[in-house]
């Protein structure tokens, strides 16, 4: 089984902030990533695919980048809307995601 | 426009059964895999089983903490794809997602997901 890891668990920042958000997998999963946005009570919403892919309608201040192990989500300057939990997803294997790290004020 | 939607939820007993069903509409139903994915309470997301479409279509693949006890199947002709959960277990409380795709198991798009509580 693939694992995914992200750091940190927590992180605290400002809006305005740049914040950075890292998923390493226990193996190659090439660029078969994914990232998503969850808030409390709602279902997860897709923000970027193939690592850096952004989903249509998703704001560009979100970016992702990486490859093979190491992949990391930007938000370039965080907005009041963007505390909420961030998962990465591999999906070269079947599918795991990370635990999470959840933003917040 | 896409939807699904979930059901069949609820609450039972440890070793009990329950079939959740998720009704879709929006999109060519055979060419498209689905999963089944969920979420215990204040817990992260877990990839739970998905079922091919078109071409090794039918085939099915199980997470290891579910194999022997959950089954997936599809009826293209209704659009539904269904979870068959037996042996249940207080460990499998959650809400249960559906989702479709096709080549790469990313998820566009979320139902609201339909809850599951096991407990004695």
């Known amino acids: 089984d693939i694992q995914m890891t992200q750091s940190p668990s927590t992180l605290s920042a400002s809006v305005g902030d740049r914040v950075t958000i890292t998923c390493r997998a226990s193996q190659n999963i090439i660029v078969h990533l994914a990232w998503y946005q969850q808030k409390p009570g709602k279902a997860p919403n897709l923000l970027i695919y193939?690592?850096?892919t952004l989903e249509s309608g998703v704001p560009s201040r979100f970016s992702g980048s990486g490859s093979g192990t190491e992949f990391t989500l930007t938000i370039a300057s965080l907005q009041p809307d963007d505390f909420a939990t961030y998962y990465c997803?591999?999906?070269?294997?079947?599918?795991?995601f990370g635990q999470g790290t959840r933003v917040e004020i | 426009e896409v939807q699904l939607v979930e059901s069949g939820g609820g609450l039972t007993q440890p070793g009990r059964s329950l079939k959740l069903s998720c009704t879709t509409s929006g999109f060519t139903f055979g060419d498209y895999s689905l999963t089944w994915l969920r979420q215990a309470p204040g817990k992260g997301l877990e990839w739970v089983a998905f079922?091919?479409?078109?071409?090794?279509?039918?085939?099915?693949e199980y997470a290891a903490s579910v194999k022997g006890r959950f089954t997936i199947s599809r009826d293209d002709s209704k659009s539904i794809t269904y979870l068959q959960m037996n042996s249940l277990k207080t460990e499998d409380t959650a809400l249960y997602y559906c989702?479709?795709?096709?080549?790469?198991?990313?998820?566009?798009?979320w139902g609201q997901g339909t809850q599951v509580t096991v407990s004695s």
């Open positions: 079922i091919r479409g078109k071409p090794s279509y039918g085939t099915t």
């Open positions: 997803q591999q999906y070269y294997i079947y599918a795991t």
């Open positions: 989702n479709y795709w096709q080549g790469e198991q990313y998820f566009h798009l």
């Open positions: 193939r690592a850096s």
